[in-house]
Each structure stands twice: as structure tokens, then as C-alpha cells.
């Protein structure tokens, strides 16, 4: 392991995440910005959840919610998904230095938009339970990162996650999590730009609508052991092949 401490990778697969701060500097999430607005303005010229130039924008109560593989209508988003103070995080996670990139993901939450998201397990959405996918590290085989771009407060519509809430696997909340599960021990992430949080795929999460005044954006990267997943996603087919050096 190059990129963390043996203490963070055991944190990963007990607590279920971690958070390393600072590991972009202001001045490139600026520049992340920048695309990340370029890509709302397009969105704004959309109506309904759409693909549209090889990304598949997604509207909720007719607001952008976000963007899959974003990555295709910005070059500097799609880097981001191969930079490898991420990837050799993920490298380490995962004991591979293969990685297969499954989500490169833009998130918006502008003020007062009420998007919102459900309590759920990242295994819901990559098919565990289905032919869709093999575990093959009887782990996960996957690692879910959330690259900070505006602060993320508490009032903005944060990222909550339970502790611990990975340790049993795959739990079929379908949309249910407050009905099968107890939240009652959810951690607010309040974080500053540039910080990214690596989690795993049964790691329950979720966040609420944004009332503040301050947008809260986040890009997602999501990777899988080569070999697990036989679903076709948005952009990126099966998904685009990562060595990390
Ligand atoms: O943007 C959010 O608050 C939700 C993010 C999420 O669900 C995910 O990264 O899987």
C-alpha cells in the first residue's frame, strides 16, 4: 500500500468510509467548476432526464439532479477520474491495480431545488443480488469516492452516512432504509473544497434537500474490481479500463 496507512484502509472496511482533506487544491476545484457549470448551463437547456452527447442528464421534480459520465461533454471532469490521488487510494482499497471506472458523476444541489437522496447502498445501484454482478473479493470489489466542490455544510443538503452500517452486506432497502434500519447514528460530513470521501458500496447513505443559499456540488468516481460488473452504464459502456502505476 502506497497511498494509506494500513489504520485508513481497516477504517474503510470497518466504519465503511474515509475522508482525506485537501487532496485537491482550491485553485483546481476552481477549475472543476468551471466545467461543472459549463455542463449546468447545458442541463438547463434540457427539459427531462435525457442522454444527450454521451452523458445521461437526470431531472428530479424538473431540476438537474445529476449528470452520468459527465466526463463526455468535459475533458477536465473525465481527468479527474483518472487522477491518481484518487485512484491509487482506490488501488489500495481494493488490492488492484486494475481498476474498471464505472461512474464519473456530477451531482447538483442548488439552493432551495429540492433534490434530494433516498437512504440507500451504492450494491442497489451496481445489481448485487443479480447477474449484474460478482463479488469478487467477497468485500464489495467496489469504491464509491465524492470529490468536494463547494463546502458541504450542514444546511446545504450534506452527505450523511452510517457508521458501521457496511458490515452486513447487501440489505435490500429499496427505498425503505428509515423503515429497515436504524439511522440514528448518521455522520454529517461538513467539508471543506477539495476533500474527497472513499466509501464502499454497502455503506448506507444519503442526503436531504439543500436550504440554504449556498449550492452544493459534488463529482462522483466510481470503480469496480475488473471483472465484477456485466452491466452497461451510461457513457462508459462497461466501463473504462485504469491501471494505476
Ligand atoms: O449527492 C448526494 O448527496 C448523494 C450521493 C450518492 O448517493 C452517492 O455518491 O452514491
Sequence with gaps: MNNITQAQYDEFYDRGFIIIENLFTQQEVDEILESAHRVYETAQTL????????????????????????GAQEERILA????????????????????????????????????????????????????????IDGKG?????????????NENGPLNFLPYSGKN?????????????????LVTL?????????????????????????SRRILINGYALPGANKKEYPGCGLGREITVD
Design 47 to 70: 427539459e427531462k432526464t435525457c442522454m444527450h452527447n454521451n452523458s445521461r442528464f437526470v431531472f428530479q421534480n424538473g431540476n438537474i439532479q445529476r449528470v452520468v459520465w459527465a
Design 141 to 153: 470489489s467496489y469504491v464509491q469516492t465524492t470529490l468536494v466542490l463547494d463546502e458541504m455544510t
Design 80 to 135: 479527474v477520474g483518472a487522477d491518481k490521488r484518487i485512484t491509487g487510494v482506490v488501488s489500495d482499497l481494493l488490492n488492484s491495480k486494475k481498476l474498471n471506472q464505472l461512474i464519473n458523476q456530477l451531482h447538483f444541489k442548488m439552493p432551495g431545488d429540492g433534490v434530494a437522496f433516498a437512504y440507500h447502498q451504492d450494491s442497489e445501484n451496481r445489481g448485487y443480488g443479480t447477474e449484474d454482478w460478482t463479488d
Design 169 to 185: 452486506g447487501h440489505l435490500y432497502l429499496n427505498n425503505k432504509a428509515e423503515e429497515k434500519i436504524d439511522l440514528s447514528t
Design 190 to 214: 461538513e467539508l471543506k473544497p477539495g476533500s474527497v470521501a472513499f466509501f464502499g458500496p454497502y455503506t448506507v447513505h444519503g442526503s436531504l434537500p439543500n436550504n440554504s443559499d449556498q
